[in-house]
T-cell receptor, first 111, second 109 residues
């Protein structure tokens, strides 16, 4: 089994719909992250969580929300999807040193 | 100017060649990460280093803290090394990663 599992792997949704991307990890790490990747750009941090009771905004949190349901689970929601949220989304987890393990990514298309 | 700059953006080489990818950063860091993104999209962490040099198989990562520069080397390159290589600086202020834009490497047989 993968250390970090993202579901779904691919999703096409309509503008205005609410969508949730889920992430679970088996590394036992406290720290979890959601990133967005657009073609030609570096990864950008959406939200991060250093433990179950800790949620922090990243550089591009507008239009997104997260929920840390347990140490192993961190979900990302788009409350009302818009086309410029079309991107590749990655969940990651790290230990206190920062060495990260990534999920396989979720390719989201908003039409 | 971006805080993390990689060069080159694209690199095509023949199988067997020695590959060097460079990363310069302008922020104070606690560590420098190198990652590999496969054509299918998955990202794998290769190295995390704060000084000196690390080696894993045919991959070598070096860092010069004074010059704020890191390099990733691939010896005896192979077509399966074709991927995007990304460096990311772990900021000393908040431990967040500042990402480079990546270097797309193609190794031709």
């Amino acid at each position: 089994d993968a250390d970090v599992t993202q579901t779904p792997r691919n999703r096409i949704t309509k503008t205005g719909k609410r969508i949730m991307l889920e992430c679970s990890q088996t590394k036992g790490h406290d720290r979890m992250y959601w990133y967005r990747q657009d073609p030609g750009l570096g990864l950008r941090l959406i939200y991060y969580s250093f433990d179950v009771k800790d949620i922090n905004k990243g550089e591009i949190s507008d239009g997104y929300s997260v929920s840390r349901q347990a140490q192993a689970k961190f979900s990302l929601s788009l409350e009302s999807a818009i086309p410029n949220q079309t991107a590749l989304y990655f969940c990651a987890t790290s230990d206190y040193t920062g060495f990260a393990f990534f999920g396989q990514g979720t390719r989201l298309t908003v039409v | 100017k971006n805080e993390v700059e990689q060069s080159p953006q694209n690199l095509t080489a023949q199988e067997g060649e020695f590959i060097t990818i460079n990363c310069s950063y302008s922020v104070g860091i606690s560590a420098l990460h190198w990652l590999q993104q496969h054509p299918g999209g998955g990202i794998v962490s290769l190295f995390m280093l704060s000084s000196g040099k690390k080696k894993h198989g045919r991959l070598i990562a070096t860092i010069n803290i004074q010059e704020k520069h890191s390099s990733l080397h691939i010896t005896a390159s192979h077509p399966r090394d074709s991927a995007v290589y990304i460096c990311a600086a772990q900021a000393v202020s908040n431990y967040q990663l500042i990402w480079g834009a990546g270097t797309k490497l193609i190794i031709k047989p």
